[in-house]
């Protein structure tokens, strides 16, 4: 079989270096063994899980989503899902750095619309502050706004992480342009968070620069979760390897790939 | 006897002398939660020294699925 490049090019984040550049969200699967599964094949490192209140009273035996994504084997992500106000996901993320003993890498989302979740950016950015200010690495979903985007690099966030299309819609990189323009002037990692559907829309956003993807529900939601996560793994290779690769220029015209000399009969 | 609020729901205790002894009889213990007493942080290690007093407001997180 043919062997592969080699390639020592880890994502970095916050200092800290990870194999895979695809991030994995844990909601939405059948059960614990489907999460299990898919986040195995996906070959991610960094893993997104949500903070709820406990069940009181009921089902006290109930499978622990940390015991299927143990700490030691994968970067916790904690995100403020939900969150409408800084106030609140400022609260989540303390309390999720108490949960997971002092981790201090979060998910920073404050959502601004039901309908759309569209990001509150005036929330999102006073959380961010406040949240730098006590010490956590802030990874930011933001809206696809390059301007935004960098004031967010600027505050100290250690990657930003522009939607593709809305959470959970599945429409793809509906504004590849801004992607690019972020990408641009970015000094920290930009990640396409949300709207990703298809492996190939997962690669493009990888072609586009992308230093990762972070998705849930295009792996969850399509009929066979595992085998999704597994393809989503290699598109996130291959868009990442065909980014570094260099494509070549675009020409308005046929460009003959084999030599015109020789011709037979000519 | 002791009146709580635990993730919004009201709860009567017999006896639960401090927050260990409250998750313990939650069934709790063996799990991996956060725990805030009205809205302040309680750490881990604190948990068996900390007294839970009538009328205080707790909640109980964990890590669930979520993107």
New interface residues.
């Given amino acids: 079989m043919t062997q592969d490049i080699a390639l020592n090019d880890p994502l970095v984040v916050a200092g800290r270096s990870f194999n895979s550049r695809l991030m994995i969200?844990?909601?939405?699967?059948k059960d614990m063994e489907e999460?299990r599964l898919a986040i195995e094949a996906s070959g991610a490192d960094i893993v997104?899980?949500?903070?709820?209140?406990?069940n009181?009273?009921q089902n006290?035996g109930e499978p622990?989503?940390?015991d299927v994504v143990p700490p030691e084997k994968y970067t916790?992500l904690?995100?403020t899902?939900f969150c409408y106000t800084a106030e609140e996901a400022v609260?989540t993320c303390?309390?999720?750095r108490?949960?997971?003993?002092g981790h201090d890498l979060v998910k920073l989302e404050v959502l601004g619309d039901d309908k759309t979740l569209y990001p509150n950016v005036t929330e999102t950015l006073a959380a961010a502050e406040t949240l730098i200010n006590d010490g956590f690495k802030v990874m930011v979903y933001t809206s696809d706004d390059p301007l935004i985007a960098k004031r967010l690099e600027e505050m100290g966030c250690v990657a930003v992480m522009p939607l593709g299309a809305p959470?959970?819609s599945g429409l793809g990189i509906r504004n590849p342009h801004n992607i690019k323009l972020i990408l641009e002037n970015a000094n920290v990692p930009i990640i396409v968070d949300?709207g990703v559907g298809t492996p190939s829309d997962a690669t493009l956003a990888m072609e586009l620069g992308c230093e990762g993807v972070?998705?849930?529900?295009a792996v969850a939601h399509a009929s066979n979760p595992v085998l999704m996560a597994q393809a989503m793994r290699k598109a996130v290779e291959c868009g990442r390897e065909g980014y570094l690769a260099g494509r070549m220029p675009r020409k308005a015209y046929a460009s003959a790939s084999s030599p015109i000399e020789g011709v037979i009969g000519s | 006897m002791i009146r709580l609020t635990v993730n919004g729901e009201s709860m009567k205790l017999y006896s639960a002398n401090n927050l260990q002894e409250l998750l313990d009889t939650l069934r709790l213990s063996n799990q991996r939660v956060a725990v805030e007493i009205n809205s302040e942080i309680i750490p881990r290690s604190l948990h068996s020294q900390t007294r839970v007093r009538e009328g205080d407001s707790i909640e109980i997180v964990r890590a669930i699925g979520g993107g």
């Avoid at chain 1, 108490?98 to 003993?101: A, G, I, S, V």
């Avoid at chain 1, 972070?214 to 529900?217: H, R």
């Fill in positions: 969200g844990t909601g939405k699967y999460t997104t899980v949500a903070l709820r209140r406990t009181i009273g006290p622990n989503l940390l916790i904690p995100n899902a609260r303390r309390l999720a108490e949960l997971l003993d959470i959970g949300a972070l998705m849930n529900s």
